[in-house]
């Protein structure tokens, strides 16, 4: 059916599906605590800068706006995740509408993602990952409308919306890569040969310029954080594994993705989005060989949810109500059973209840439980990094007003990794103490140039060894440990805190060594 005729837009029907994606959220993201992750970029909002250690300015920004206008609760900072899903959810209706397809395709694409276990999981959280997944969505959509209407201000768009995706996470300069290669290597390299293709890579390039700059000027610490990340955590990752996640991730929408892949390739009726499906190849094949994490690949399934509605449609456009109703039913409903180990929508009690119960009746699902470390725990890795860290903020406070007040003005409070930082930083006001140094990830920006105490409160997640160095190198004078954490479920279980007192000058050399170093990485 030509673009021009078509009559609906199902943008009413579409919502459905966007309104049942938010109230899923609303049900989840106040339950348990911060994840270590949010804290990090929470606190970007009060170091807004071009660029950080870790990651793009993106979420530093959407970070200032949620803080002012929501406040500092755990359900606060999770609103803007929750309204970037439901835009997901919106922009694949709309790409299915943009193949061909009706209600049917519509449903099924919309539910295949809200129930799909992989966005669940990564679209309530206050991260990048799920902007990323937006901008990812955005640029397929307004890539698609533009081969549909051949309106080159939807390519101007695309400019921007890749300019801002990679604002946002590195990643979208892998896909865009990936899509140039795919419409290359399709029939529609007709779109390359185009002046406007030109004017709306000048867009990125203006939007990307400032992060490119601070890049330049802080000696492109991405390529640093990328080998830290490959050496500390993807070499854990094997292709194998790769691939197994990406089949496992969507649970029974496999089929549905699967079958979107498999139209965008060979049906007549998508021949002219192939390019997608080799993108969506490309992309595979490259984080395959650079050990990427699963959720490296999320933002490409959407599209792939959307032609596989329309897959469905088309394969089951004969059969009766009933049976369309049963194949909807099939491909979504049982990711249900899923949800509570993915998305807190049940108490403490009653998820660690569901994690018991399955692992004695459902033994398969104990991959759920399997952390980077290849071990199984009580809960998800996700769910024990949102536990303990407001009873760490707390026992550092009451070691701080335990000082007396003249030790107070001399002392420090120092933290190990960035979780802790972070949420020490968060919690700050609330058990009234100074504000927190380290010198773990984007943290050595606003680092002091130097230490200036007699006393320091040290956070120390690794069993006292560092405490023995300082020890051993007569950089301190003496230590007390005052506590731990002690929530049984929290990834930071056993982690020290400590008082160092008498603060010697080779302490505060090897503190200045490593700042500087740090800066230059």
Known sequence: MPYKNRKSTYVYFILIFVFVKVILNLFAIGHFGFHRDEFLHLILADHLDWGYKEVPPFIAVVAKISVTLFGNSVFAARIFPTIFSGLIIWFTGLITVEFGGKKFAITLACLALIFSPAFAASGYLFQPVVFDQFWWLISVWLLIKYLNTTDVRYLYWLGAAVGFGMLTKYTMLFFTVALLIGILISKQRKLLFSWHILGAAAVTLLI??????????????????????????????TPGEFIKQQLMVHGIALFVWLNGLAFLIFSFRLRNFQFLAIAYVLIFLFLLEM??????????????FAAGGFGFERLLKTSGYALRTVAIALFTLPNLVLFPMILPVLSLNQTLGFFRFAHKNISFFDFVVTWEDHKTHPTTQDYADMF?????????????HNLAPDQQKQTIIYADNYGEAGALHHYRKQFNYPDVISLNSSFTLWAPDSLNCKYMIYVDDNDGENIRQFVAGKMIGSYQKLGEVQHYLSREKGTGIYLLIDIKQPLKERYSKELAKKRLE
């Open 208 to 237: 990307c310029m400032p992060n490119l700059i601070w890049q330049i000027n802080h000696h492109f610490p991405v390529v640093t954080h990328m080998k830290t990340l490959r050496k500390e955590q993807l070499d854990y990752i």
């Open 291 to 304: 050990d990427g994490k699963n959720y490296y690949l999320f933002g490409a399934y959407p599209m792939l």
């Open 388 to 400: 303990g860290w407001d009873e760490m903020a707390k026992k550092v406070g009451e070691a701080y």
